[in-house]
């Protein structure tokens, strides 16, 4: 007997599921479960049946049936490390690191962050959904179909909970799902310059509990999105002990951690990560090989972010083939932010990772998708194709998955499907 779905996607050169039961680590990383002549059912928003095109379609019939011959379906691309809602840019910046100046000296100037924290904290909810809307719209044409979004632009509590607010509207407002991360450690705002202490102490008793009961009244927590805490361990910025209290403070609130390590210097974050059992440890230039050992032994994912050093027009990045040839499970992100990676770009992120931190192709996949999820925490419903997951997946124009980080500077990604829809 023939069951009905919504949607029959056909004949797909290739089907990647990227299925696993855990974050991928070692050998599993070059395993993308490709299905050669694929097609996948979906109904009510969610894969109904994925497999070869002739043992699908013998039993599943659908309204809408779109023959994928000479594409490529993968799973929606999860982005697990962004600053996309911001105001203003950082143009000036980008022309003064051309001419020599680094991102640490720009920082320690009063610019880069706090330059944008100006912008932002002068920008209404409205205006901040306005500026951020095409840079998700870019990243949806891009195949991103979740991302989390941190906050850390506002570094007062009523900037960083407008900035909240902002992000639960552009989550409804727009297809890609939103994961919100609540990061009011992410430099030491001017009006506490030398008392990192007492800023330390005021995220601490006020505004995490008053970021935790913003989460309980908004709209993520009936959707079962968690709210993360996140903190920029680095000199200028945390120190180790100062990131551990804002990251237990955020655990004692309900808020899983993440945590900003080892971007510039390594300051003993991945053994933070690691204790605490938070979701990611993110950046990871300068991991030492006992923290990568650390880092292998336990579930964080490490999430690498290669567009950063791209854009800072640096030739080193984070150690990505050591870390998983050590077993750590890895992740990639664009880090999307107007300071260190104005980059919407997954695809783009992929071919950085292949070329400067020789991740195959089929590595780079499974970075971006499963293991991206399980950095956010949402592997139980994202990244991967399988019976009973939402249904984002993409519409890819190659014969051969490798030829979306073979390729940059375009976009190969011809339909987005979220939640069973097509978007275009
Ligand atoms: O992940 N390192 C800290 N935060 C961002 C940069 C944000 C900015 O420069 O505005 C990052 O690189
Ligand atoms: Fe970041």
């Known amino acids: 007997m023939m069951v009905e779905a919504d949607l029959l996607i056909h004949s797909a050169a290739q089907v990647m599921t990227c299925a696993a039961d855990g974050p991928k680590r070692g050998a599993a990383m070059q395993d993308v479960g490709l299905i050669s002549d694929g097609a996948v059912a979906v109904k ?6 994925i497999g070869p095109t002739e043992s699908i379609r013998e039993r599943y019939s659908a309204g809408q049936t779109i023959n994928a011959s000479g594409k490529v379906i993968c799973p929606g691309f999860v982005d697990p490390h962004t600053h996309v809602v911001y105001a203003g840019d950082r143009i000036n910046e980008f022309e003064q690191r051309i001419r020599g100046a680094t991102y640490m000296e720009i920082m320690a100037a009063g610019g ?3 330059s944008t924290m100006r912008a932002t904290r002068e920008a209404s909810v409205e205006e901040l959904v306005e500026a951020t809307l095409p840079r998700l719209e870019q990243m949806l044409r891009l195949g991103t179909t979740t991302a989390e979004v941190k906050t850390g632009y506002g ?16 989550d409804l407002a727009q297809p890609i799902d939103l994961v919100p991360t609540f990061m009011p450690a992410h430099a030491i705002p001017p009006e506490f310059n030398g008392r990192s202490a007492a800023y330390v102490a005021w995220v601490v008793d006020e505004m995490i509990p008053a970021a935790a009961e913003w989460y309980r009244n908004s709209h993520f927590v009936e959707l079962e999105r968690p709210f993360f805490c996140d ?22 609130h309900g808020l899983p951690a993440k945590i900003h390590a080892d971007e510039f210097t390594s300051l003993g974050g991945v053994g933070l990560a690691v204790e605490l059992g938070a979701a990611s440890v993110d950046h990871l230039d300068a991991t030492t090989p006992e923290d990568a050992a650390r880092l292998a032994a336990s579930d964080v994912v490490g999430i690498v972010l290669p567009a950063v050093n791209f854009n800072l027009g640096s030739h080193e990045f984070a150690d990505a083939r050591g870390l998983i040839d050590a077993g750590a499970a890895i992740a990639l992100s664009t880090d999307i932010n107007p300071g ?37 925490g949402l592997a139980d419903r994202i990244g991967s194709l399988a019976p009973g997951k939402q249904a984002d997946l993409l519409l890819v ?25 097509l978007c275009f």
């Not at 570094?155 to 552009?170: C, F, G, P, R, Y």
């Open 155 to 170: 570094l007062d509590l009523d900037s960083e909970l407008k900035m909240l607010d902002a992000i639960a509207a552009l």
């Open 340 to 376: 260190s990676a104005p980059c919407p770009s997954q695809p783009l992120v992929m071919a950085l990772a292949t070329r400067y931190q020789r991740l195959l192709p089929a590595e780079a996949m499974n970075a971006v998708t499963i293991n991206a999820a399980f950095g956010v």
């Open 231 to 252: 903190v920029f361990c680095e000199q200028n910025a945390f120190d180790l002990e100062q990131s551990r209290q804002v990251l237990e403070a955020g655990i004692a």
């Open 397 to 421: 124009n190659a014969t051969d998955y490798r030829q979306l980080a073979y390729q940059f500077g375009g976009n190969l990604v011809e339909a987005v499907v979220k939640n069973g829809r």
């Open 112 to 114: 880069g962050i706090v």
């Open 44 to 49: 009510d928003g969610r894969i109904l049946a």
